[in-house]
């Protein structure tokens, strides 16, 4: 039996995301200290973050940040193209497919045509491929 589910980020859950991020990201990173960098970088027009969250037992034990090139474009309205960023699991936590699980939510509830991301890790980069991503190198 699945231990945790998904949702996306809720208003109500800024300050457990941030502490999130300092405590399983990178501590004291500047998403956590700066509300109005957080605020443009994440909010949405839902009264939400641009999160996907793992859950289990109302504690978040991983998170995907999302971005759509829309939100700072208009030439890019009608795209479902997003970028991906903050892409993290609990320390300590162990759940196979966790982590893959986060973007199969985003792309089931988001209708993604596009995914892209940058600086990724040597781990990210094989899940991706195992995925059957493109993975690519810019010059």
């Known amino acids: 039996m699945k231990k945790f589910s998904y949702t996306f980020c809720s208003g109500e859950n800024k300050k457990k995301v941030q502490k999130f991020i300092s405590d399983n990201w990178k501590k004291n ?20 973050y641009n999160f996907v969250l793992a859950i289990e037992r109302s504690e978040i034990i991983g998170l995907l940040g999302f971005i759509p090139p829309s939100k700072y474009s208009k030439q890019n309205q009608v795209s479902n193209d997003f970028w991906l960023a903050l892409w993290t699991i609990k320390k300590g936590i162990f759940y196979p497919g966790l982590g893959v699980g986060m973007i199969s939510y985003l792309i089931k509830k988001c209708s993604i045509s596009n995914i892209y991301t940058m600086g990724l890790s040597e781990d990210a980069i094989q899940i991706y491929k195992s995925l059957k991503y493109k993975i690519n190198y810019l010059k």
């Open 29 to 48: 990173h500047i998403l956590c200290k700066n509300d109005t960098l957080f605020d443009w970088q994440y909010s949405n027009e839902y009264g939400g």
